[in-house]
């Protein structure tokens, strides 16, 4: 990449609208279609360290804006050389704005133009976020990809709200824009090179999604990402929001879908144009005993795997599968020991990984719709 460069994004394949690109930033390379592992607090729930990360093939990793102001204090994290310094990470990492965290933790809100007034819900603490806040805050955490502050309204909101919400979305991106070139032209920004992603919303209005992508678009952003999806509509109107809205961004740029998914969400998704992901799924069910699988999601819990000397799937060679039985991690599980949740964690971000390193193949071989197809079909062999 060129020194002068924030960022490249190169389209080095394509079948229908599926894409296979290379992302280059000040924090290494990405290779699209991505899943990026969620540390909503600079760590993966279900004791996974950085270097576990890097083994199961980790190319990027999400932390919380808000979590983090939280605790410890994104100016604790920046005197200590920001968050790549402090978790000891050395590959890209994108910071979500707090937008959906104030929305969705905070019982007692106030949104203003100006920003939103809320609770901690950690100590009850009073706090005002709004665009220049959440920069200035993600700044301080100084990650290789900032997220836009947004509003994530219901998808059962009523239209005049959307429209409203959306409207002001807008106002406060720009206001994100301006601040985060102001903060990287400052001598002390330990990433002078963040960028910045713009979210775009519209609850489950075709028109409004549309009207809004095609407004953010002209802002030459760094990214976009779809946003207020999978927050309660169901799967077939999230793939409409995708169909229409998708086609209104920018292809030379990296799309995000924010929060999604199953492995078949994600699938379903690449095959529309999208190729960044992340989710709470596979770190939050592994912490459960249910695991992922090319025959759907098992429950190791079930009574049926407590002679069952089998790895979690037969092949794979995640940390888990390598060495230990389906037996001995519902063991750990009943008895309640770390361990079973931690390697149910690792099998299922690294079944995350390897699928999406598939999906490039497939891509670039030209045979995606095949393998879209064999991998769904796959999963309806739950067992």
């Known amino acids: 990449m060129d020194q002068n460069m924030r960022s490249t994004y190169k389209i080095i394949a394509k079948d229908g609208r599926a894409k296979r690109a290379v992302f280059e930033t000040v924090h290494g390379t990405v290779q699209t279609p991505v899943f990026m592992n969620v540390g909503t607090a600079a760590a993966i729930k279900g004791a996974v360290s950085t270097e576990d990360l890097q083994g199961i093939g980790t190319q990027i990793e999400l932390s919380n804006t808000y979590h983090l102001h939280v605790r410890p204090g994104d100016t604790v994290v920046k005197q200590l050389g920001g968050l790549h310094k402090f978790m000891v990470w050395d590959k890209p990492i994108l910071t979500d704005s707090g937008g959906f965290q104030v929305f969705s933790l905070a019982g007692l809100r106030k949104i203003k133009e100006e920003g939103v007034y809320f609770n901690s819900h950690v100590d009850g603490r009073k706090i005002f976020m709004g665009p220049e806040q959440s920069m200035q805050i993600q700044s301080n955490l100084a990650s290789t990809i900032a997220m836009a502050f947004d509003e994530c309204p219901s998808s059962t909101a009523e239209r005049s709200y959307v429209e409203n919400s959306v409207a002001r979305t807008t106002r406060w991106l720009r206001r994100c824009k301006d601040e985060m070139e102001r903060l990287n032209r400052l001598p002390d920004t330990i990433n002078p090179k963040q960028l ?188």
């Open 196 to 383: 910045l992603f713009g979210i775009n919303q519209g609850a489950v209005f075709d028109d409004i999604r549309i009207a809004h992508a095609e407004t953010i678009r002209d802002l030459n952003l760094d990214g976009y990402a779809i946003g207020g999806l999978a927050v309660g509509e169901s799967h077939e109107e999230m793939y409409h929001i995708l169909d229409v809205t998708v086609p209104h961004l920018p292809e030379d740029k990296p799309t995000y879908l924010m929060g999604v998914g199953t492995p078949a969400n994600i699938l379903e998704a690449v095959d529309r144009g999208i190729d960044f992901f992340d989710c709470v799924y596979p770190t939050r069910n592994g912490r459960h005993g249910h695991v992922y699988t090319d025959q759907g999601k098992r429950n190791l819990f079930n009574a049926r795997y407590e002679l069952d000397s089998r790895p979690i799937e037969e092949g794979c060679k995640c940390p888990a599968c390598r060495t230990y039985s389906r037996a001995y991690i519902r063991h750990l599980l009943k008895a309640k020991e770390m361990l079973g949740m931690r390697l149910c964690v690792l099998h299922n971000l690294y079944y995350y990984n390897s699928m999406m390193t598939e999906i490039r193949q497939a891509i670039e071989e030209g045979n995606y719709s095949e393998y879209k197809q064999k991998k769904l079909a796959g999963f309806l062999k739950q067992e």
